[in-house]
């Protein structure tokens, strides 16, 4: 009975730690939420980027352009190839 105590509380010290290590992980700058409301908000910053420039752009380029991150822009990107807005011309993106 006594080890059964022991192995409680090493189980609910063990517990904190790894919350803890979530929880840094999750506050990290560059992390986001992937999911369909959040790819496409990114689709519509790319897509109105796009629009207003009127020509083909880079990957770097639509990163300043939007002031979002390269791999949200990524995401956005991948988003309005899929629906067909978007077509490679030359390493660069522009509207179909």
Known sequence: MVERKATKSAAAKATP???AT???AA???DAIFVDAVNAGFRAGDVYEALH???EAKTVEELVKLTGKSEVEVLLGIGWLLKEGKLKGDGGKVVLA
């Open 22 to 24: 979530k929880k840094a």
């Open 17 to 19: 730690k790894k919350a």
């Open 52 to 54: 207003a420039a009127g």
């Open 27 to 29: 506050s990290k700058k």
